[in-house]
Structure formats: C-alpha cells, structure tokens
T-cell receptor, first 114, second 115 residues
C-alpha cells in the first residue's frame, strides 16, 4: 500500500544546477507534506514542509510545490551543492483523522556532482 | 540546536531476548514517536505517545512492543521477545505539539540486529 510514492530511486545533478525531486500521493486526506533529508548513519532531518492550503513554500535554496489536483509535490533545490547529496524522503500526514503518524515515501538518492 | 538523542547506536541481541531502545526527546516537546526502517524499505510508523499514553499505533506495533516514559526525559521502546524480522533501524522522533503542521524531529536511530 504505497500511499506516498517517490518513483525515482536516484537522481544525479551537476553542482550549480537545479535538482527536482518528485513525490506523488494517493490519500486525499493528507493535508500536510514534508521533505526530510537523510545522510548515512544519521536520522532524517526536517527540511521544509507545506500545508495543503498552499501551493508553494520557499526557504532559501529549497522550494516545495504542491499540486493538489494531481496529488503531486516536488522539491526544488537551486543551486544544488555537493553537500546536498543525501537521500530525500517525502512524507505526509493527515489532521482530519486525528492521526499523528507520518507516511513516508521510499526516498530518492540525490548525488550532486562537483 | 536541540536534538533527539538515541542510545545505543547499535544493539545486537539473540532472538527471543528482550531489548530496550532508549530516546531522549527534545525537552519542550510533548509528542513522541517510534518509527522503524527495515533495510531497503520505507520508514514505517510504529507508535505515537502523548500525556503518558499511546495515542496511535500501527498494525506492526503488536503485543511484543511496548513504550514507556519512565521519567521526565527518557522515552523507551521495548521488544519483549525479539524475532529475526525485528532487525531494522529504529528511529525516535518528537514534536512540540501533535498538530499535523508541526514537523517531527528525528534522532539518529538505533540499528537493531537480531541473531
């Protein structure tokens, strides 16, 4: 049951260029979406989030876009830096069900090539 | 910056033994969570905890699992009789509130290896 899908297991981008990581979801009850970054041997680190009432949220080099009708979100990193190389997880939660749990995608491994 | 800390970083246990994984959530956070990630799979929710009781649990969190906040700072996950399939990374997380627009902050995990 893949309620949150990240269809690209890996992505390689040149330093300085834009990285675009994609995420799709199937559960229409999800109303809050998050991106986490994970380095090896560390836990997921919160990066940026977006509420379903918005279609864009920006924080420095990171922008998340939400297309509710398509049940799709994306994370843009620009410009990409070698330190951005990590696994990126998309996650979602639903307030309507009184649920606290995050549902994660499988992750996309981003490699930024110097 | 405050962080969630987990101990030990790696735990090796014989099948059938009990194991306790420990977490110190961020001090002003009120909601606590355990997740696990089996090698090559997704991070999966196990349980959430608020006000000294479980607020939600997944179907993975069966009778072999229990959680406890034994004092004002620690939050523990106990597996009573470990099975081979319990081998995974276990992540503790905490959030300031249980509101869905509050991010959960994760520790670096405990790698549990069942022999």
């Amino acid at each position: 049951d893949q309620q949150v899908k990240q269809n690209s297991p890996s992505l390689s981008v040149q330093e300085g260029r834009i990285s675009i990581l994609n995420c799709d979801y199937t559960n229409s009850m999800f109303d809050y979406f998050l991106w986490y970054k994970k380095y090896p041997a560390e836990g997921p680190t919160f990066l940026i989030s977006i509420s379903s009432i918005k279609d864009k949220n920006e924080d420095g080099r990171f922008t998340v876009f939400l297309n509710k009708s398509a049940k799709h979100l994306s994370l843009h990193i620009v410009p990409s830096q070698p330190g951005d190389s990590a696994v990126y997880f998309c996650a979602a939660s639903s307030s309507g069900a009184g649920s606290y749990q995050l549902t994660f995608g499988k992750g996309t491994k981003l490699s930024v090539i110097p | 910056e405050p962080e969630v800390t987990q101990t030990p970083s790696h735990q090796v246990t014989q099948m059938g033994q009990e194991v306790i994984l420990r977490c110190v959530p961020i001090s002003n956070h009120l909601y606590f969570y355990w997740y696990r990630q089996i090698l090559g799979q997704k991070v999966e929710f196990l349980v959430s905890f608020y006000n000294n009781e479980i607020s939600e649990k997944s179907e993975i969190f069966d009778d072999q699992f229990s959680v406890e906040r034994p004092d004002g700072s620690n939050f523990t996950l106990k597996i009573r009789s470990t099975k081979l399939e319990d081998s995974a990374m276990y992540f503790c997380a905490s959030s300031e509130t249980g509101l869905s627009n509050q991010p959960q902050h994760f520790g670096d995990g405990t790698r549990l290896s069942i022999l």
